[in-house]
């Protein structure tokens, strides 16, 4: 989880991503953020998102992006 709280503070400094929880809803991260989010999370876990796998839900805090990469870890 803090691997992924790394990068999000990369991608997007100054947002308390371990409390936000609608990071989509409320426009936090674009869809810049989100390709850049995308491509850093398959290098760094070695895993595959897919467009499939590119819906709100999956992208609206840390720990349902943390969910994700577990998930697809596991595939």
């Keep these: 989880m803090d691997d992924i709280i790394k990068i999000l503070e990369q991608i997007k400094p100054g947002v308390d ?6 990071l989509i809803e409320e ?6 953020d989100i390709v850049t989010l995308v491509a850093k999370l398959n290098d760094e ?3 595959e ?4 796998d590119l819906i ?3 992208f609206n805090s840390a720990e ?4 994700l990469v577990k ?3 596991e595939e």
């Design 49 to 52: 998102i897919t467009p499939a």
């Design 71 to 73: 998930r697809l870890e």
């Design 27 to 32: 426009e936090i991260l674009d869809s810049f």
């Design 17 to 22: 991503f371990n409390t936000e929880e609608n």
């Design 64 to 67: 349902r992006i943390y969910e």
């Design 45 to 47: 876990f070695d895993i």
């Design 56 to 58: 709100p839900e999956n």
